[in-house]
């Protein structure tokens, strides 16, 4: 006896349980500086239950100001570049410190990069311009080095604000550097809260369905053959 | 596969974390010479389910990764000026610019502080509070009156005798590559690590060192208004991840009695 519908029902119940993982995992991040959303959409799968689909929401976040020196936000469509012992990742925070040699620094310790290599700050007065060129002591001391992806699409996650680039990096077309700001997650923690409510309860109506279909089963299994 | 239960106690614990941050800034919004503390947080790995792909007609698919929360990744100290509060008290000294005084502790080793609410000991030694001695030491002569100090830390007194000034010391003001990188040790007071990078030592007023401002205390740099709109900040998202505690517990519930 083959029984589609509660299997359907059962890959339905893994979609939301996924749904569910990721919306927490945003609100988890609501406060994290620089963090870009997860957005998942349903494709229908044979027509019969949904597959999650996840990307990355690029939507800009708010900038707040904090008045720190080496904190940097980007406004548009572009990246700091950071050197890991990975290789050369890309962020969207900007919260940046001076390590003891008087470089650039992300809070996990990682060299930020300017054009020509890692940025020396070290002076009475750094001020940073709204193109990311980077002004020691009133002498230009290098310009930040910003980068994008032709797809963001294809950016990958890993943890610790990095981001991936799976494919070449393309020219940027519009950013600002605010120097003394950060750039808020663009996580909508009201918005979070309704999905989470909205999973839960699609999630307890497959399983009313699960329920109405193995009784239907069970009254055959137990009803069809008897003899009256 | 639980959902997301430990992503969203991971945001509850990051923000209990702020909200014990905010709370110190607070408490010490009165503080002379404090420097608030902010947290950053980073988001943790994630886990690659998928990774991007190309699609049957060519197109790049987005990778499908889920994440695994949000970590505290550093608690830094903003060293940003706090305003002058003029007291007329002689030995209070403000520092409006880069520098710390050091003080001796009773271990030998130096530390640093933005608080400059001195006081005389027995033997006329400059001291602060808690009565640690300001380092290189000032000694006033006994019955000597009207201490000055100027803007580049000139301490000078009136003699007793012929009524003349005269120059005792020079405050000497400590400075580091990343002062954000120094330890907190409690009591207004810091410590060289080795984030701070290594001490160097000048005159106010001079090579970008602080001007020092006699009768006046360098205020706490918290602001109240500020800290109370991060606890609030702090106080919803802690509830949110709640709530997402409770959504993801109600789904393996009643996948629990579906099974029953």
Redesign the interface.
Known sequence: MTVPGILNTARTLGYYTRLQAVTANNLANASTDGFKAERVSAQSFAEAFPEALASIDMRQGTVRDTGRTFDLALEGDAFFVVRTPQGERLTRNGGFSMDINGFLINHDGDLVLGEEGPLHVRGHEVVVEDDGTVVVDGARADRLRLETVSDLGTLRKEGHGRLVATTPFAPVRNATVRQGALEDANVDPLLGTVDLIQIQRAYAANIEAMRAMDGVMSAVARDIGRVP | ?T???R??A??MI??QK?VDVIANNLANVNTTGFKRS?????????E?IQ??RRSGTGA???????????RL??I?R?D?QGGAEITGRPLDIALEG?GFFQVEMPDGTIAYTRDGSFSLSDAGQLVTNSGQLLLPGIVLPPDTTNVTISETGMVSVTNPADGMALEIGRLELARF??P??LLSLGGNLLAES?????VSVGFPGED?FARVLQGALESSNVEIVQEMTDMI??Q??YE??A??IR??E??MR??D??IR
């Open positions: 596969m959902p997301g239960l992503t969203s991971s945001g990051a923000q702020r902010r947290t950053h947080f980073e988001d943790l790995l994630y690659t990774g991007p790049v698919v987005s990778p499908m990764q889920i994440g695994h929360g949000v990744n550093a830094t903003i940003t880069e590559a990343n954000t990188g080795d984030a701070s990078g290594h970008g900040a702090a919803r998202a949110i991840n709530r997402a959504a993801a109600d789904m009643s996948l009695d579906l």
